[in-house]
């Protein structure tokens, strides 16, 4: 089985600070994504990568940045964490192409600013 | 811009009942309708998917129907459980593997 690890499962941030949220996949996807859960507004795509050091903004990308720099990682940065950024926020890998299968994902990492 | 409209938000149904949850999307170029299902504390997990050129897929007890000309998709929960009470959402992307467009997610419990 594909395993999406995200480093943290639950952290607390003060506003202002860098954050880093890591995830892994171990399985040789190319593609990554990241995307935040709320309720009622499901899951919005932040970032995603189709390939090493490549990224695309997602729906959401303002205040986030990722780094790509190798296959299974892909990291979320935020630039400043803002209140209104505390959210779960889920990892997913899959594999490209024609005919590939669905997401994998992490079991999320559910981050409190304050 | 919501791409993908799921209804209802909650749902109750009795064990052994009949759970459904519909969703509609708006871009003709989705070719790829999975279902996810989540419980608390977890990712969510892929259940069951649908490619265009079928109008049902079934797996066990949950079932996909596809209206191409409406743009509608539904899933089916036949005989409910009480471990089937869980989070699901539907998607739709291009392709199975690029980024997918979720709808808002519907809470199901099922009552024993």
């Known amino acids: 089985d594909v395993k999406v690890t995200q480093s943290s499962r639950y952290l607390v941030k003060r506003t202002g600070e860098k954050v880093f949220l890591e995830c892994v996949q171990d399985?040789?996807?190319?593609?990554m994504f990241w995307y935040r859960q709320d309720p009622g507004l499901g899951l919005r795509l932040i970032y995603f990568?189709?390939?090493?050091?490549?990224?695309e903004k997602g729906d959401i990308p303002e205040g986030y940045s990722v780094s790509r720099e190798k296959k299974e990682r892909f990291s979320l940065i935020l630039e400043s964490a803002s209140t209104n950024q505390t959210s779960m926020y889920l990892c997913a890998s899959a594999s490209g192409g024609v005919g590939g299968y669905g997401y994998t994902f992490g079991s999320g990492t559910r981050l409190t600013v304050v | 811009q919501q791409q993908v409209k799921q209804s209802p938000q909650s749902l109750i149904v009795q064990k052994g009942g009949i759970s459904i949850i519909n969703c509609a999307y708006e871009?003709?170029?989705?070719?790829?309708f999975p279902w996810y299902q989540q419980f608390p504390g977890k990712g969510p997990a892929l259940l069951i998917a649908i490619r265009p050129d079928v109008s049902e897929k079934k797996e066990g007890r949950f079932t996909i129907s596809f209206n191409k000309s409406a743009k509608q998709f539904s899933l089916h929960i036949m005989d409910s459980q009480p471990g089937d009470s869980a989070t699901y959402f539907c998607?739709?992307?291009?392709?199975?593997?690029?980024?997918?467009?979720f709808g808002g997610g519907t809470r199901v419990l099922v009552k024993p």
């Open positions: 998607a739709a992307s291009k392709a199975a593997g690029n980024k997918l467009t």
């Open positions: 990568s189709y390939d090493v050091k490549m990224k």
């Open positions: 399985m040789d996807h190319e593609n």
């Open positions: 871009n003709t170029a989705f070719d790829y």
